[in-house]
């Protein structure tokens, strides 16, 4: 990690931008590469990381970006400060300044980062509320600290939460889903675990090193057959079974002709970690 993006992720004020390898740095959150990793820090520290409407234009030029670099094989996502992100912002809703624009920029963003060729990692602390939980359905992988609290209150505005009434039942199953999104109700880390909401819990003190460890351990596997995996997994809820047998045959095909696999191949025979391109 950069030693601007370590600075931001312990809650620098939000003037500050990154300035690492001459990327774009925008106005409500910033991003770097380091080798294959991408990492994304929002940092509008001062309003728990609201998503406002620049925050949509922001991040739609961000997820663009990223799904073009093509060495980039993680994509890693927090949230400066104390808090992830609490959702949309409240004080521009509140004095009618989010338009249905708003909704349409931010579903095609997560809809990038769900379907993009990366694994996608979401770390959590504090608050994953609206919008910043509707982000984390739309990963691949959430980790949360242990004093985590996330879910998805828009009901209390008399708003729907987004495709979080897509994406939260492939995770918890729809009576859970009903249950959060109908109520508004949030829950804690272990519980979001036991939910399947979250993927790992980890000690608050520890976030950043657990955090890190996590990243290494998906890159260390990341090849050709990881994104199709991704790829295919993706349309577990959506094609019939024979749709789906012809999509994996289609995608085993090129998985097991492309470098990756011959390298793990070759690595097996050397006894040694395979190194994939």
Known sequence: M???LENLTAGSPDSIFLEAQGMPQLETMGWATDGKVARVVFHRTQLL?????????????????????????????????RSFSTGIDLKQLSTDQIEMEYHH??????????????????????????????????????????????????????????????????????????????SGENVNASDAYAM??????????EFETRLEEIVQQYLKVCSVATVKSKTLTNLSFQLDYDAFLKKYFELQEIAQTSEDHFEARRAYREKREPVYK
């Open 105 to 182: 920029r931010w579903e095609r963003a997560l809809r990038i980062l769900e379907t993009m060729e990366k694994v996608v990692i979401v770390g959590i602390q504090q608050y994953c509320l609206g919008g910043g939980l509707q982000l984390a359905l739309a990963a691949d992988i959430r980790v949360a600290a242990d004093n985590a609290i996330l879910g998805l209150p828009a009901i209390k505005e008399s708003l729907i939460p987004g495709l979080g009434t897509y994406r939260l039942a492939h995770y918890v199953g729809l009576g859970r889903a009903k249950r959060l999104i109908l």
């Open 49 to 81: 990381n609201a998503m406002s409407n620049q925050a949509t234009i922001d991040i739609n030029t961000i997820v663009d970006a990223v799904a073009q670099e093509e060495d980039v094989r993680v994509v890693v996502i927090t949230g400066a400060g």
């Open 2 to 4: 950069t030693r601007e």
């Open 196 to 205: 399947g909401l979250v993927d790992y819990v980890v000690p608050l003190a």
